[in-house]
């Protein structure tokens, strides 16, 4: 048998000689292509019958939808159901537009999940008009856009705090210039000044540095890294710890000193890079000083194939509301004067690099623990 | 001698408003957080009250300690005309955009504590 697909729908002349079963085969092949492509594309595809109110819709679109196909009724309005109730009007509208005006429409929209997740959508239909120019029926697809809007929400989320936090200190080295421009400061108030300054312009300096770090680790190539290679190989823990201690900055009259001791068997070795490994506990020994203290300690026992460390302080402890963000940038600590920061970030950043994780659980009687566990090869 | 409470959570910032205010004849308080700032609040004879601070925003302190007997200037690095509309109708008698040079702050904090007395 022969088979010739119209030109004008296949945008070419195509003949097709195959045998009926061959193309029943062939057929078979196609739809599972389409769903699989659809499946992996996440978009979902639909056609409504117009004046029979029926609606055919894909398999991926029941997925995203999270129902079962069949679970959903045929029609318009039980697929505009689902719809989040905030969106029903402006989607109703616009494919009420499209069938009107014989055109297009294209959104972004929610929908709810008879489970009550809610998820972003990209949702684009076109018209089909009969011979006599009438809407006959409208088919589209919906995108499911909810990584892409999550992620877009929280660049948003990370520019204000970012913006935020470079401004603060910003506007305390701004307002430090104008107390400096008086030239009747005595020589005390002028020292005084002088050393906000040089304070809160390292802060601004650090700050920048520490997101240009974290924007740099954020892309997730270990090799190539802070605008330096970083070779991992085998390095001894204890020394790292040790310089981490001497160089975290001094204690200044708002924070107390911290008592640092150390027990790390000196063979101990772990899987990281010298400089940055020292970073990570540069920042996890700045983070006790600043928000736990008076008493830290870091120990670390081997097991077959990892390190784990223990950074132990007998300070108050994260509260239970800072808990789930811990290790996000910006996440909310809030003690006074010290602004949201970036070091528990970075020492995440940086584990994921070395191959290993940080986690934090709260000590007993009160304190808190981090717990960065290295591969030792 | 008038007291000045400098509410205000960036330690450097009450330094350098003290330091501004160095040449006149004031005591000062200082509060980091909304919850220190309540307690000291009806000691002072006129009030420095950062808009944002760690543990509250600043019109919400003032709306929950009620009104003061003290004159309050909002101060804040985000300066808009309806936040400045906010913190009159919160009850602050003026309000001073961050940074804002020493003369300012000497000429904002004399006028309102000349109009008290």
């Given amino acids: 048998m022969t088979e010739v697909v119209d030109a004008a729908e296949s945008g070419h002349e195509h003949v097709d000689t195959a045998a009926p079963a061959d193309v029943s085969a062939r057929l078979h092949r196609l739809e599972r292509q389409l769903a699989q492509i659809q499946r992996l594309a996440q978009f979902g595809s639909w056609e409504w019958d117009i004046a029979n109110d029926v609606v055919t819709s894909s398999d991926e679109l029941y997925r995203i939808c999270g129902v079962a196909p069949g679970e959903l009724g045929p029609t318009y309005e039980a697929i505009l159901g689902l719809v989040h109730p905030d969106d029903h009007d402006m989607v109703d509208d616009a494919v009420h537009r499209a069938i009107a005006d014989r055109a297009s429409f294209a959104l972004d929209h929610r929908l709810v999940r008879p489970d009550g997740e809610v998820r972003w959508l990209h949702s684009r239909g076109n018209v089909i008009a009969d011979g006599h120019g009438e809407s006959q029926r409208l088919y589209g697809v919906a995108i499911d856009v909810t990584e892409r809007s999550r992620s877009e929400q929280f660049l948003r989320e990370f520019i204000g705090n970012a913006s935020h936090a470079l401004g603060t200190p910003a506007a305390v080295i701004m307002q430090a210039a104008h107390v400096l421009a008086d030239d009747t400061l005595g020589t005390k108030d002028h020292d005084a000044a002088m050393g906000a300054l040089l304070r809160q312009s390292k802060r601004l300096h650090d700050l920048s540095t520490n997101l240009f770090d974290l924007v740099a680790l954020d892309k997730g190539a270990p090799s190539v890294m802070l605008g330096l290679s970083m070779m991992l190989g085998p390095v001894a823990l204890a020394d790292r710890v040790r310089k981490a201690a001497a160089a975290i900055p001094p204690a200044d009259g708002a924070t107390p000193t911290i008592d640092i001791t150390i027990d790390i068997a000196a063979d101990i070795a772990v899987l990281a890079e010298p400089i940055e490994l020292e970073r990570v506990f540069v920042n996890l020994l700045d983070n006790a000083q600043t928000h736990g203290g008076p008493n830290v300690s870091v120990t670390a026992s081997r097991l077959a194939d990892e390190v784990i460390v223990d950074v132990r302080d007998d300070g108050a402890g994260v509260p239970d509301d800072h808990l789930q963000d811990l290790f996000a940038p910006f996440a909310k600590r809030q003690t006074a004067g010290q602004g949201p920061g970036l070091g528990l970030a970075i020492v995440h950043q940086l584990m994921v690099a070395f191959g290993g994780a940080v986690s934090y659980h709260r000590a007993k009687p009160h304190g808190s623990v981090f717990t960065p566990r290295f591969s030792v090869d | ?117």
Avoid: N
């Avoid at chain 2, 509250?56 to 003061?68: A, F």
């Avoid at chain 2, 804040?76 to 400045?84: C, M, P, R, V």
């Fill in chain 2, 1 to 117: 001698m008038p007291t000045i409470l400098i509410v205000e959570d960036e330690e450097d910032l009450r330094l350098l408003m003290r330091l501004s205010l160095s040449h006149e004849p004031y005591t000062f308080l200082e509060a980091a957080t909304g919850a220190e700032a309540a307690e000291l609040w009806s000691r002072a004879d006129l009030i420095l009250l950062d808009l944002r601070l760690p543990d509250t925003d600043g019109l919400d302190l003032l709306r929950e300690l009620g009104p003061s007997k003290a004159p309050i200037i909002a101060v804040s690095a985000y300066s808009t005309d309806q936040l400045g509309r906010e913190a009159m109708e919160a009850g602050c008698v003026d309000y001073l955009t961050k940074p804002f040079t020493a003369s300012e702050l000497v000429e904002t904090v004399r006028g309102h504590l000349s109009a008290e007395s």
